[in-house]
């Protein structure tokens, strides 16, 4: 990963004010700010159905988005949480943690859920 750290959390998506001046910015800037940022997801108690707008964002630019995006896995697990999120991924692009250097049970049951 390159570039500037953009945390995302529930509350703060992320994304600059400039995008949301006025369509013609968010059209020239936004693919930009994508491919040159790397991205902190906070995903706490499984509520991943909190990020999936960002993931929308993310995999909608004209460009294919590289790997520049890191999952923050706080809480304990919450399978109702769990499943909102698969919900909410079932008809768009899916953000799925990494869990190949995970040792939590949790993790796996996360991995393979997806």
């Given at each position: ?19 949301r001046?006025?369509?013609?910015i ?26 999936v ?62």
């Amino acid at each position: 990963m390159s570039g500037k750290v953009v945390r995302v959390t529930p509350k703060e998506p992320g994304e600059p004010a400039l995008l949301r001046v006025c369509n013609g910015i968010r059209k020239e800037t936004c693919s930009v700010y994508y491919a040159e940022n790397d991205f902190d997801l906070d995903v706490v108690d499984f509520d991943g159905a909190a990020i999936v707008d960002f993931g929308w964002q993310h995999f909608n630019q004209p460009y294919p988005p590289k790997n520049n995006i890191a999952f923050l896995m706080d809480g304990v697990p919450n399978w109702d949480n769990l499943v909102r999120w698969i919900k909410a991924t079932q008809y768009g692009p899916c953000l799925r943690p990494d869990i190949s250097g995970s040792t939590f049970r949790s993790d796996y049951i996360l991995g393979g859920a997806f």
